[in-house]
């Protein structure tokens, strides 16, 4: 695991704990952690099947208070799926939480634990995770990706993470002209058919029987011609979404978390294989490499959360 510059330590001292936050649409993970990116002390907790704005901010405000209760962190870094404001904090949309938009976290949190918060979307934080403790440590340019339920890419381009205003994952840029109606609202986006959702539901039309993950269509496929067929398209509508970051950015490094880096060789080569044929005429570019992340227990985004804090205590 690779280690926070020394400059970072400084900022903040190194027995210092940094708070961390992992808000997704149905569940909050909370973690402290130390500036060298070990994870002591953790809560997780799922949101009431309600979209009731007071108990979505009360399950995630007690799962806060409950991990960091005895300790005063220096900041806390909030990764957050849906659309934020990374400069005010708030929360302006979960498409699968209406009742969260509008929600201001920074504040929020601010009021409840009297130091600063830092927010910022997912993806976005899923870069700082790999890059100041996982494989993208030591690049300049490199893409992180997010598979699973949740789907998204961070880019850290040129040594910075690529984080425009309004910015979103790329889970809805339109790969499909007239397909699938998605949670958005739009048709066609590429979350409608790059998901572990997508992936279940297709495996039981298939008649391939209980498939829950990427896990489960590997040993299928050993046996199974649909799987097999279920398998290679899965991996291409996920490579469909990324050859417009390597068509745009050319990062080079793809650093793959979530359902989809359990595939192994097979399933990421696939990937690998479909986005270098869509830069082939960059010969002067790196070649894109498709990797799975080796960040325990795919922590990264709570990695990020720490490094936000980092970054942003110290300037960086």
Not at 138 to 143: E, L, P, T
Request: glycine share 14%.
């Amino acid at each position: 695991m690779a280690e926070l510059p020394h400059r970072h330590l400084q900022a903040v001292g190194s027995e210092t704990l940094i708070g961390s936050v992992e808000l997704l649409a149905g569940s909050v993970r909370v973690a402290l952690v130390s500036p060298a990116g070990r994870i002591v002390q953790r809560a997780e907790q799922e949101f009431p099947a309600t979209d009731d704005p007071g108990m979505l901010r009360a399950t995630l405000e007690d799962t806060v208070e409950r991990c960091l209760a005895g300790h005063q962190p220096c900041g806390v870094g909030v990764a957050s799926a849906g659309l934020v404001d990374h400069t005010t904090g708030v929360l302006r949309r979960i498409d699968d939480r209406p009742g969260f938009t509008g929600y201001p976290i920074a504040a929020s949190l601010t009021k409840l634990l009297g130091c600063p918060v830092f927010v910022d979307h997912r993806a976005r934080l899923q870069v700082l995770g790999d890059r100041w403790f996982g494989q993208g440590a030591g690049r300049a340019s490199f893409a992180s990706v997010a598979t699973g339920d949740t789907l998204g890419v961070g880019l850290l381009y040129e040594g910075q993470v690529i984080a425009p205003l309004g910015g979103r994952s790329g889970a809805h840029i339109t790969v499909a002209v007239g397909g699938r109606r998605c949670s958005c609202g739009n048709l066609g986006c590429w979350k409608t058919i790059a998901t572990s959702t997508w992936l279940r539901q297709e495996a039981t039309v298939r008649g391939l029987g209980e498939i829950t993950g990427v896990g489960d269509l590997i040993v299928a496929a050993r046996q199974n011609t649909g799987a097999r067929r279920l398998m290679a398209e899965y991996a291409d509508n996920l490579a469909v979404g990324l050859s417009s970051v390597q068509h745009l950015l050319a990062p080079g490094l793809y650093i793959v978390h979530g359902d989809a880096a359990v595939g192994g060789g097979e399933f990421l080569g696939r990937i690998e294989e479909r986005l270098r044929a869509v830069s082939d005429w960059a010969e002067f570019a790196e070649r894109p490499r498709v990797v799975a992340a080796d960040t325990a227990a795919d922590d990264v985004a709570l990695l990020g959360g720490a490094g936000l804090v980092l970054s942003r205590l110290s300037g960086q």
